[in-house]
């Protein structure tokens, strides 16, 4: 089986090769923001706190990804992908709600002035609960934003230490309801699995997020990554390890207490009150649409075309102020690549796989298959209807089914 291939450098005019047509021809466009305001001990973001930038200037970050927007109509227009419509907006970091909205809404104006945007765009932002207000919000909203995602992470004040949150939890339920109130609909991100968090700690911050009414709760399992300040802390045991064996049972219980209160569940760490509240911009990534992703560190995918800008804001600065794409690394991904990342991306959708499809393009043998339903891992009924849907067994072992239907 063919790996992905290794990113060769980007050209310096950004031009690009395209492979293919995307199927449907929507584009999207993901904003990111590399600055917080202190760094979460957990998180490998890329983003910035003002002290490590020293002079690297936040007020002007705004100009610098407009002048991105203007680059990319240029590269689209001249590597003849012609118009492209936005059909969602990402703005995400890094903490987006930092910078003053006027500068978000600047960037989204001008990705509406340059592309235009389909009638009834998701225009998402993520916000740290400490960083908005009810003016902020009203702002966003006069300006087309339709959503916000709050990053919540817990609400039990021993497991928001851990995890170095500096945010006060009574600002998260109080955002979620101004933001209802000005009209946009509300995401919070959660955590499970943080060391020292019980399953009733677990409960607690559930019960808490479907309190506040939210439309659409991300849960994530925490992942120690490598180089982070938890990593150390964990390493020099100053803080204990993930108790793993508590995760099936936290994600379990996600599923029974969200569920009772409404939400489905459309992605393995995705749950929404209705189909139309699921994030249309994630879901995009997830079936592999193309997408334009702005500022430093930010990945986009343009008809076959894969690419990673530079990854510090100061790079990224030097390299759109003399005019120089701020692409670094790109790969084309071939249609067996792609089969590949559909395979990843798609299994861990509620809605599944269509069999067919699978078994055209080489997955998902007949004993792969027979076996993953005597694992429990995939539902035997839908399967039998000719989709390939993973069991509650199944999503949290999500990654497993996937390596054995792609033979890895
Ligand atoms: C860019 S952040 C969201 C916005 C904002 N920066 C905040 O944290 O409030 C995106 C989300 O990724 C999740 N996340 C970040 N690092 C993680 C990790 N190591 N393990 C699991 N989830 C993580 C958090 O739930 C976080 O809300
Ligand atoms: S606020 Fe969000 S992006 Fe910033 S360090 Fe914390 S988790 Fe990472």
Same mark, same amino acid.
């Given at each position: 089986m063919a790996q992905l291939p290794k990113g060769e450098i980007a050209p310096s005019d950004g031009l690009l090769p395209l492979v293919f047509n995307s199927s449907d021809n929507s584009f999207h466009a993901y904003v990111h923001?590399?600055?917080?305001?202190t760094r979460c001990g957990y998180c490998d973001f890329n983003t910035y706190t003002a002290t490590e930038l020293g002079d690297t200037s936040q007020s002007e970050y705004f100009q610098l990804v407009i002048k991105e927007i203007d680059f990319a109509k240029d590269v689209l227009e001249k590597s003849g992908s012609g118009p492209r419509k936005l059909s969602s907006v990402f703005f995400g970091g +890094?903490? !987006? @709600? *930092? *910078? !003053?909205a006027e500068d978000l809404i600047s960037i989204f104006k001008h990705l509406v002035d340059v592309f235009g945007i389909e009638a009834g765009s998701e225009v998402t932002t993520e916000a740290?609960? #400490?960083?908005? #207000?009810e003016e902020y919000l009203q702002a966003l909203k006069e300006a087309g934003f339709t959503r916000v995602s709050f +990053?919540?992470?817990?609400?039990?004040p021993e497991v928001l230490k851990v995890l170095e949150r500096?945010?006060?939890?009574?600002n998260v339920a109080l955002n979620v309801s101004r933001a209802k109130t000005v009209g946009l609909e509300t995401s919070v991100d959660l955590i499970y699995g @943080? &060391? +020292?968090?019980?399953l009733a700690d677990w409960r607690r911050s559930l019960e808490a997020a479907i309190e506040m009414n939210t439309d659409h709760i991300s849960a994530y399992s925490l992942i120690v990554e490598p180089g982070t300040k938890l990593a150390r802390q964990i390493k020099a045991g100053e803080i204990e390890s993930? #108790?793993?064996? *508590?995760h099936a049972d936290m994600y379990e219980l996600a599923e029974e207490l969200l569920t009772e209160a409404g939400f489905s569940n459309y992605e393995v760490s995705n749950w929404a009150k209705s189909p139309t509240l699921q994030s249309r911009h994630n879901v995009s990534y997830w079936e592999s649409k193309d997408w334009w992703g702005f500022g430093p560190g930010a990945h986009s995918h343009v008809g076959g075309v894969r690419w990673w800008n530079v990854k510090h804001p100061a790079a990224y600065s030097e390299r759109i102020l003399s005019g120089v794409? &701020?692409? *670094?690394e790109r790969e084309l991904v071939d249609q067996e690549n792609r089969n590949i990342e559909k395979v990843m991306l798609e299994a861990?959708?509620?809605?599944?796989? #269509?069999v067919n499809w699978l078994k055209e393009n080489g997955f998902g043998e007949a004993k792969v298959l027979s076996e993953l339903i005597a694992d429990e891992l995939v539902d035997g009924k839908a399967l039998i209807g000719g989709r390939l849907v993973l069991t509650l067994k199944g999503r949290l072992l999500a990654d497993l089914v996937v390596r054995r239907l792609l033979g890895f």
């Open positions: 923001i590399p600055y917080c305001l +890094g903490t !987006p @709600t *930092l *910078l !003053p740290n609960p #400490d960083s908005v #207000d +990053g919540m992470q817990s609400a039990v500096t945010h006060k939890p009574e @943080t &060391p +020292g968090e019980s993930p #108790d793993e064996a *508590l794409s &701020p692409a *670094l861990r959708l509620a809605r599944g796989m #269509d």
